[in-house]
């Protein structure tokens, strides 16, 4: 089985991006599974009742957040053990998270090394388009990504925090470019870097 864990900017398309490269998985036969990361942490959270809903993780002490994180690559890596040899796992997360206090990473070490991912992604899009993106969709609030410059920063920290995150465990970092219409191009990229 390899693992993919694939990373971008709020904005950048990565769903779409995801979910077409899981329909071409499947078209080819390919057994495969998608892991939101922070659908399982979400999840977990609940299971072990420290929430009730997702809102209520940010205001969790960190130690807890940080044991969150650890059950919940866990319980991605046991449901990507039924894939057998040929299966491929993508996990949708963040390589940082940007927040008021400064960028976090999203793959800390008690993370990546549980998940030894094959392959870190980095999807990625012109930052114009990405805030048209943006504003196009109006179920989410990303008003702290407004900018270019904010973007372009994001960006950076995103492929540090990749690079970093692969030296702990050999990976490799592939940046993947999701050109406006056409996310078919960087699902295949995704999908031939797993095959």
């Known amino acids: 089985m390899k693992i993919g864990i694939v990373t971008g900017i709020p ?10 490269a899981s329909k071409i998985l499947g078209e080819k036969g ?24 997702r809102d209520e993780m940010r205001k969790l002490p960190i130690e807890k957040q940080k044991e969150l994180q650890t059950l919940a690559s866990r319980r991605i890596v046991e449901d990507f053990s039924s894939l057998g040899e040929k299966g ?3 996990v949708d997360t963040h390589a940082v998270i940007r ?8 793959l800390p070490k008690y993370v990546i090394e549980i998940i030894n991912p094959n392959v870190i992604f980095l999807l990625e899009a012109d ?31 995103a492929r540090f925090a990749a690079m970093s995150s692969a030296v702990l465990v050999g990976a490799s970092v592939k940046i993947v470019i999701n050109e406006e219409g056409n996310c078919v191009k960087a699902a295949n990229d995704i999908v031939g870097s797993m095959l």
Do not use: C
Request: net charge positive; proline share 5%.
């Open 11 to 20: 904005g950048v398309g990565k769903t779409t991006v995801i979910s077409r």
């Open 30 to 53: 390919v057994p495969y599974k998608i892991a939101n990361y922070g659908d399982y942490m979400l999840n977990t959270a609940i299971k072990e009742k420290y929430v009730q809903n």
């Open 88 to 90: 491929v796992g993508l």
């Open 99 to 106: 927040t008021p206090a400064g960028y976090l990473p999203g």
């Open 127 to 157: 930052p114009k388009a990405i805030l048209d993106r943006q504003k196009r969709d109006q179920s989410r609030s990303r008003s702290d990504y407004s900018s270019e410059a904010t973007i372009n920063e994001v960006i950076s920290f």
